[in-house]
């Protein structure tokens, strides 16, 4: 089954990917808009986002559908936000995590077009002082650039993932170790990660991001 609100397309030999906007005829970073049949799609650029990025390398499903609630973990200003704001619809929620007030400041206006965007303001490295302001996720997304980005990722899944949600992890080799070689980090972290997860799929993200993987994830079953 494909994500939802996620469309794929060949123009000019080309593949590109867009996605329903949830908010016509605004663009939030540089996309282009398309319009068909009644429609407006944005496009979803693999070089501004990880989580397009990871489609682009062979990811077949992300997991996101309509109508999910999704607690995103480094939001920034909210490129990437804006895109699982699509793709949950207005019957879903987003959960945006950040601790920068500048990028805050970004996010609270995207919201204020977006209503199924709930910005925060927080340590992620602390689930338990935001834990009163969201519930329980179906999907857990994170791309944080710190060195302890695995041990945030991994608290955060035991603090609030559903039992049956998936958990999204993009890597950042350099931030947690600049000395070793990125495939040897990958492989540090997936040997971390199936101690609790099943891993369901793995991608390096380059040409469009150097020096990172991502991770697909789902709760073992106890």
């Not at 605004?26 to 650029?45: C, Q, S, T």
């Amino acid at each position: 089954m494909k994500p939802s609100n996620i469309f794929e397309v060949y123009e000019d030999s080309r593949r590109k990917r867009y996605t329903l906007n949830l908010s016509p005829g605004k663009k939030v970073y540089d996309e282009a808009l398309v319009k068909e049949n009644g429609k407006e799609y944005r496009e979803w650029n693999p070089r501004r986002s990880k989580l397009c990025a990871a489609l682009f390398k062979g990811c077949q499903n992300i997991f996101m559908r309509r109508g999910h609630v999704v607690l995103y973990l480094g939001s920034s200003t909210g490129t990437t936000v804006s895109h699982v704001s699509d793709i949950v619809g207005k019957e879903g929620l987003v959960f945006a995590v950040d601790f920068a007030p500048r990028v805050m400041r970004e996010l609270v206006f995207l919201a204020e077009e977006r209503k199924n965007i709930a910005p925060i303001l927080a340590d992620a490295n602390r689930p338990e002082l935001f834990a009163p302001r969201v519930c329980a996720p179906d999907i857990l997304y994170q791309d944080i650039a710190q060195r302890n980005q695995v041990d945030i990722f991994l608290k955060n899944i035991k603090a609030f993932l559903k039992d049956d949600g998936y958990a999204l992890l993009a890597v950042k080799a350099r931030s947690i170790d600049v000395t070793k070689r990125p495939r040897d980090i990958f492989t540090q972290v997936h040997n971390v990660l199936e101690q609790s997860l099943t891993i369901v799929d793995v991608r390096t993200l380059e040409p469009f991001e150097m020096d990172h993987a991502f991770f697909i994830c789902k709760q073992k079953r106890k």
